[in-house]
């Protein structure tokens, strides 16, 4: 971990915005720092560090309550689907256009865009329009789409996600590990593990 500097005690959410960027670009030399970026999704920040090639995790440097203020820790790390270059967008040729997109194991869902967008601002608005009327979980209800110079980015809403492949349908028992923290497995009375169960 490296420390960031945090300058000018910012009042707002676009100016932590760019006194968090800031301070991930002066961090350190390398790409992941110096050519990072924080985008600001809704009521959200979003931190991309450079390359596009890896996550970025925060806590606090010591005493400094900064990581919580900007809520850093409680977000935790976020699964993004980023697009290709699209600078040479020529608008979406359908009016409806469909997709369907997945968040975690969730079953894939029918996104409609809206309005044949012609450029790639109006793809951005028309995507997450399409996106929070998909389907009622918050994933999907408070996801967010960011231009990125030339590409979108597609943040879900807040909530626990995770992909999984090459997995059978099926029920399973499930337990979470966070940090060596591991949640309960359920006992019958012959002592057979029966749950918690999740389907997939």
């Given amino acids: ?6 300058a000018g005690a910012p009042a707002d959410l676009d100016a932590a915005r760019a006194a968090l960027e800031a301070g991930l670009r002066a961090a350190h030399a390398s790409a992941a720092f110096a050519d990072a970026r924080v985008l600001r999704l809704g009521d959200r920040l979003f931190v991309l560090p450079g390359g596009l090639a890896s996550t970025a995790s925060f806590d606090a ?3 400094d309550p900064a990581a ?13 689907a980023l697009s290709a270059d699209l600078s040479g967008f020529a608008g979406v040729s359908r ?3 469909r997709l369907r997109a997945s968040v975690g194991a969730d079953d894939p869902r029918e996104v409609v865009v809206q309005g044949a967008p012609a450029t790639l601002d109006a793809a951005r608005a028309a995507l997450e329009a399409g996106l929070r009327a998909a389907h009622d979980t918050p994933a999907f209800t408070r996801a967010c789409v960011a231009r990125l110079d030339n590409r979108l980015l597609v943040a879900p809403g807040p909530g626990v996600h995770f992909a999984l492949g090459d997995v059978a349908a099926g029920d399973y028992l499930a337990r979470v590990q966070i940090d060596g923290a591991e949640s309960p497995l359920i006992a019958d009375d012959a002592g057979r593990y029966v749950g918690p169960r999740v389907t997939r």
């Avoid at 971990?1 to 945090?6: F, K």
């Fill in 1 to 6: 971990p490296h420390d960031v500097t945090i």
């Fill in 61 to 63: 440097a010591g005493s």
């Fill in 68 to 80: 919580d203020e900007l809520g850093l820790r409680s977000g935790g790390p976020a699964w993004a």
């Fill in 95 to 97: 009016d409806p256009a």
